[in-house]
């Protein structure tokens, strides 16, 4: 289905812009999905990228794009669509051009993409409503975080909601438009096996790792008194918990998604004062190494001469709930790792007796990797086919979803942008999520700003040895898949 829309992007000169939305929105174009007779109105506040936005654009294509998608016609094609505009949004008056390019004629869909930070968005939803610029059929599209703390993420949230109502408001976590992560509901919802094991009877605990191999070069500005916790944990990490302990929704619209993920939020067991210590691990990168190569730390890439952001944080979290009250779940992020790795472990109970005492016997363990592959890995126990006696060794069944279509990678921008155009809501979140996210997140933020120590970690290791120590104390340890 070819869309036909007017989409206008604010901050198209940044780094997400260039990097993830516009070469999502090329796939978009050549792909079909969004008809060339479109508009992007790509907006930049200075001169300069003004100026220069069509060969900014042209340079992110090649940049970003994989080598086979690369068409100079299609590329040619998606450019001829651009369209610069100056907009200052401190500015009413710069948004005089915007608007009479705008009305002049109309695509049926409109949308409005914020790729700005929070701070701005109150601000460009009121002049938008002050230009008349909100019709029916508009989508307004919001990056995380959105705000740093409870009250500052809904006194936006409430500034949103005096021009636009709930249906058209797209809060992005981009996590959630990945394959595997919708897979995870696929798998869950779609088959019989795993539910029946969803539950403390058959699962020991859970981990979520986002690990990273980049530090924060160049994104100083926003990442510094953000750090790893508002940056990581109160989005992608508490979504992806969310899709693994929500109960099954009744159907599968926003509504009923948004109203399970977000009894699971506010069943998170509270963390503050001392059990944030017990609970939590936070820390920040230092100079180190890999295969020789030394790597900058913090301070050295913020060039700031002391800074207390974390860069890593780990945390054992509860969800009160008859379900999960005893499935302890272990969550995991960090910068300037040694792998670039996200995956969530599910990790099954031993079996209730052994029948092969002399061996050892590894329990069951499904792995849903999002990164750097996209698959699924169940960990089992197989007998040996080599040994004639009965020896058992660990197999892993392998679901690797590049293999299963070819060359086929999938985009979140892309899908999420998709949905966003076609009003579909079931991949963003709902205000009331954000605000339980914040809601569990503030009093760690605040105990770690009263008391907490920040650990140190050298870039290229997997961590600091603390958050070894928050899973070890109970018999456990991160898994690490090759
Ligand atoms: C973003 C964070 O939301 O997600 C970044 O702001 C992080 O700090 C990024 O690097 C990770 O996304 P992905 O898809 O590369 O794992």
């Given amino acids: 289905m070819e869309r036909m829309i007017d989409c206008v992007l604010f901050g198209a000169s940044g780094d997400l812009a260039l990097s993830k939305l516009i070469p999502s929105i090329y796939r978009c174009t050549k792909e079909g999905h969004v008809s060339l007779q479109s508009r992007l109105f790509f907006c930049a506040r200075s001169q300069s990228g003004f100026e220069n936005m069509h060969k900014n654009v042209k340079d992110a294509l090649y940049r ?14 998606f450019l001829d669509c651009v369209i610069p505009i100056q907009v200052d949004i401190t500015d009413k ?3 005089k051009q915007l608007k009479s390019q705008l009305t002049t004629q109309s695509n ?35 990056e995380k975080p959105i705000g740093s703390d409870l009250t500052s993420s809904e006194s936006i949230n409430d500034a949103l909601a005096t021009v636009f109502s709930e249906q058209q408001i797209f809060r992005i976590d981009h996590y959630l438009g990945k394959e595997t992560v919708q897979n995870l509901l696929a798998m869950r919802f779609g088959n019989s096996l795993f539910e029946r094991f969803w539950d403390a009877d058959a699962i ?38 969310c899709l693994i302990a929500m109960e099954s929704p009744n159907e599968l619209t926003p509504e009923s998604i948004h109203r399970e993920k977000i009894k699971v939020l506010k069943a998170l067991r509270p963390l503050t004062g001392e059990s944030v210590n017990e609970n939590t691990v936070r820390a920040q990168y230092v100079a180190g190494g890999q295969n020789n190569q ?14 207390t952001t974390e860069t890593f944080v780990a945390i054992k979290a509860h969800i009160n709930s008859w379900t999960w009250s005893k499935v302890p779940f272990y969550l995991r992020t960090g910068k300037r790792l040694s792998k670039q790795r996200a995956e969530i472990v599910i990790q099954f109970k031993d079996v209730a007796l052994s029948l092969y005492p002399e ?40 679901l690797n979803f590049l293999e299963q279509k070819g060359s086929y990678r999938s985009f979140a921008y892309k899908r999420l942008f998709l949905d966003a155009v076609d009003g579909n809501r079931s991949l963003f979140m709902h205000r009331d999520e954000v605000a339980a996210a914040w809601q569990w997140i503030d009093p760690i933020a605040t105990q770690w700003n009263k008391t907490h120590d920040l650990h140190l970690y050298r870039a290229g290791t997997d961590g600091p040895e603390a958050a070894d120590g928050l899973i070890n104390a109970d018999g456990r340890a991160w898994f690490e898949s090759e």
């Fill in 64 to 77: 970003y794009l994989q080598e086979e998608e690369k068409d100079e016609k299609a590329m040619a094609a």
């Fill in 93 to 95: 008056s710069s948004f």
């Fill in 108 to 142: 049926p869909t409109r949308v409005f993409y914020l790729a700005i930070p929070p701070g701005h968005y109150a601000q460009v939803a009121r002049v938008l409503h002050d230009q008349q610029l909100i019709t029916e059929s508009t989508r307004l599209v919001v």
């Fill in 204 to 241: 020991d605990h859970i981990q979520i790792s986002i690990n990273e191999r980049v530090g924060v070069k160049g994104r100083v500005d926003y990442y510094e008194g953000i750090g790893a916790l508002k940056d990581m944990v109160q989005n992608h990490l508490l979504q992806l918990l």
């Fill in 294 to 307: 030394m790597e900058s730390g913090y301070l050295e890439d913020t060039e700031l001469s002391e800074s």
């Fill in 359 to 398: 061996q050892q016997l590894q329990a069951n363990r499904l792995v849903i990797q999002l990164q750097p592959e996209e698959r699924l890995r169940l960990h089992m126990m197989a007998k040996d086919r080599e040994s004639l006696s009965t020896e058992l060794k660990p197999v892993v069944l392998d």
